[in-house]
């Protein structure tokens, strides 16, 4: 059974930082792509950073330069450091992990509020 859980959300001031942290467990982890949407209510979700299994990075242009996804094989876990935080990635956050660009193993959340 696979199993993604997630942590690290919080509250955060504009321009401070913070980790999310995705553990695996029930996958091949060396094999999975790895990566972070994140979905704001009633909006579709969206991709924020993926990882491939052999460590190339993708990101959402909004993101790029601020955020740094990560991986750690022995760990079973991928990260996502976030920086210079803006009001507009207040979101709920999701870890997701998948073969051949199919994600459909999906955590259950870790909500990031960004705000003064």
């Known amino acids: 059974q696979v199993q993604l859980v997630e942590s690290g959300g919080g509250l955060v001031q504009p321009g401070g930082s913070l980790r999310l942290s995705c553990a695996a467990s029930?996958?091949?982890?060396?094999?999975?792509?790895m990566g972070w949407y994140r979905q704001a209510p009633g909006k579709q979700r969206e991709l924020v950073a993926t990882i491939a299994a052999g460590g190339n990075t993708n990101y959402k242009d909004s993101v790029k330069g601020r955020f740094t996804i990560s991986r750690d094989k022995a760990k079973k876990t991928v990260y996502l450091q976030m920086n210079s935080l803006k009001f507009e990635d207040t979101d709920i956050y999701y870890c997701?992990?998948?073969?051949?660009?199919?994600?459909?193993?999906w955590g259950q959340g870790t909500q990031v509020t960004v705000s003064s």
């Open positions: 997701t992990a998948g073969i051949g660009g199919v994600y459909e193993n």
């Open positions: 029930g996958i091949i982890f060396g094999i999975y792509a």
